[in-house]
């Protein structure tokens, strides 16, 4: 039980985290060049306790960017980028919808925040912060996260490690247990 959900959190991670897993693109490589890719992703979750059902959740990775607004799938903001000769540093200011999928639509919520990167020819690092602004669990999430892009033709492949810190408030949305859960697990 406990090599599957270690499994399926791993996949999960890589998955969500480096953005647009494997997308086609139809741009040049320069920044203020309109951009469009799509592509798929499949997320597997287990429940935390036995008994209840695990499911695989398809997920769209869907991107859209012109000159400094950009969309990706459920995250919209403004992005600011500046070349420095090999080395990119970026701010980004976002809202996105967050919700623990496969578990209650009831908890979805929106937050806000930023995001600082640092983009080399050895990859990206970026440092995020976010906290709810639906005022449905009021809890707050900073993000390290490093990746690095790989192109082969039209198709780019971007693997990536993430660490999370999410406070009490945060962690009881997005990991704590329903009250439906609860009673099965009773």
Request: hydrophobic share 40%.
């Amino acid at each position: 039980m406990f090599n599957k959900c270690l499994q399926s959190l791993i996949i999960g991670s890589i998955a969500l985290t480096s953005g647009s897993a494997i997308h086609a693109k139809e741009t040049s490589d320069a920044p203020d060049e309109n951009h469009f890719s799509i592509g798929i992703a499949v997320v597997s979750q287990h429940a935390p306790f036995n008994g209840a059902s695990a499911q695989t959740v398809p997920i769209p990775l869907i991107s859209i960017r012109q000159g400094a607004y950009y969309f990706e799938g459920a995250e919209t903001g403004l992005h600011f980028d500046k070349d420095l000769g090999g080395v990119t540093p970026s701010v980004d200011l976002f809202v996105a919808a967050r919700s623990p999928w496969g578990r209650d639509r009831q908890k979805l919520s929106v937050d806000a925040g930023a995001r600082v990167s640092l983009d080399t020819g050895l990859g990206k690092l970026s440092g995020e912060f976010r906290h709810d602004i639906s005022d449905r669990f009021n809890g707050s999430e900073v993000i390290a996260r490093y990746s690095h892009a790989f192109a082969a033709g039209r198709v780019t492949i971007t693997p990536a490690v993430q660490a999370s810190w999410l406070d009490r408030k945060a962690a009881n949305h997005m990991y704590g247990v329903t009250a439906a859960q609860r009673a099965r697990m009773i």
